[in-house]
């Protein structure tokens, strides 16, 4: 969460003038989990490193003519991943990962558009205060840095790889977690308070910590994706027939395990979410206990149920081989669920002031 961010919760309620600011923010959260699985599509089909220039303003226009698809086919020609995979690849096969690249990107640059001048006409028409606005620019600049690293992670795959790192995949990921959660933090800190406010209690070192789980199990999952983890075991509950299986550790020193692993990471992955269903279930079974899920705890039998339909959707992922779609539908929901934690961490935090 960037301190901007943190500063714009706090901001408070100034009527009714900023309720096309929160509806606004609450697009633009849908835009960027939009664009995370249009990514995670890129990704699935292996069209991410069809592009292999960065032009952040010429590049919204695709190929025009046949000598600019042959331009575009010869430049991907001379990186590794056509050499040593798609070798002998068609033009009309290059056309079909080409527009999956270049939709991610024209995408990101209509998010640009639709936060930039939004914030300029609220600007304009004076609904964002001292506070308020410079948060929203630190989004907005956030949104710009994503871009730079994507090509960033890009990079890494023109030259010596057939794939992107997976450090840089995950930091990619990370980044746009952190901005999509960032949105939505700002969004539920400007909202009308509540009718009745309330004692949060330690509720709300509960939701962060639920929260920092989940956000590092995204994480995790990056580092599942870069290595195409979840095609090295696709049996549950077990791996290769056992709950630990051999090889996790083979990597020296052992942290690298951890990041370069298959084995370990898909290992991880599995505990992790086994510890967030966990948690949700131990949270929400709690906090029906003590306060009947009243009020802003009405959060947690929803982030239970998120949880579980989760890591239902990631066993069934995992079974069936990573299908386009049921990964698309694991990845979002982790987006949802995340978005659903650090809505109830913003409501804690506003009923408790």
Not at 203 to 209: H, I, K, L, R, Y
Request: hydrophobic share 55%; proline share 5%; net charge positive.
């Amino acid at each position: 969460m960037t301190a901007a961010a943190n500063s714009a919760s706090r901001e408070g309620e100034r009527g009714d003038r900023l309720w096309p600011v929160r509806v606004w923010l609450y697009a633009m959260a849908g835009l960027v989990l939009l664009m995370v699985l249009v990514g995670g599509a890129t990704r699935l089909t292996d069209s991410g490193l069809s592009i292999t220039a960065w032009k952040p303003i010429a590049g919204i226009v695709p190929p025009l003519t046949p000598a600019d698809w042959w331009t575009e086919f010869q430049a991907y020609q001379r990186i590794p991943e056509y050499e040593l995979v798609n070798k002998g690849m068609g033009l009309n096969e290059f056309k079909a990962i080409f527009w999956w690249e270049w939709g991610h990107r024209a995408l990101g640059r209509l998010i640009g558009a639709a936060f930039l001048v939004p914030f300029l006409v609220f600007l304009w028409q004076r609904r964002l205060s001292w506070r308020l606005a410079p948060a929203l620019a630190g989004l907005f600049v956030l949104g710009g840095l994503q871009g730079a690293l994507g090509w960033w992670m890009v990079t890494s795959g023109l030259a010596e790889r057939v794939d992107v790192s997976q450090y840089r995949l995950a930091a990619h990921l990370g980044a746009a977690c952190a901005l999509f959660l960032a949105l939505v933090w700002v969004a539920r800190g400007i909202r009308p308070p509540a009718a009745v406010s309330a004692d949060a209690g330690r509720w709300p070192w509960v939701a962060g910590a639920f929260l920092a789980l989940v956000f590092v199990q995204i994480v995790a999952g990056a580092f599942v994706a870069g290595l195409d983890a979840g095609l090295a075991y696709n049996t549950w509950p077990l791996m290769d027939g056992a709950l630990v299986p051999d090889g996790l550790g083979f990597m020296d020193p052992f942290w690298v395990n951890l990041f370069e692993n298959p084995a370990t990471a898909q290992f991880d992955h599995r505990m992790l979410g086994y510890l967030a269903a966990a948690a949700a279930i131990l949270i929400a079974v709690i906090g029906f206990r003590r306060t009947g899920w009243r009020g802003v705890q009405a959060w947690q039998p929803a982030i239970a149920g998120l949880t579980i339909v989760q890591m239902l959707l990631g066993i069934s992922t995992l079974v069936m081989a990573v299908p386009i779609g049921l990964a698309l539908a694991h990845q979002g929901t982790a987006f949802v669920l995340a978005g659903a934690t650090v809505a109830w961490l913003a409501d804690l935090r506003h009923v408790s002031r």
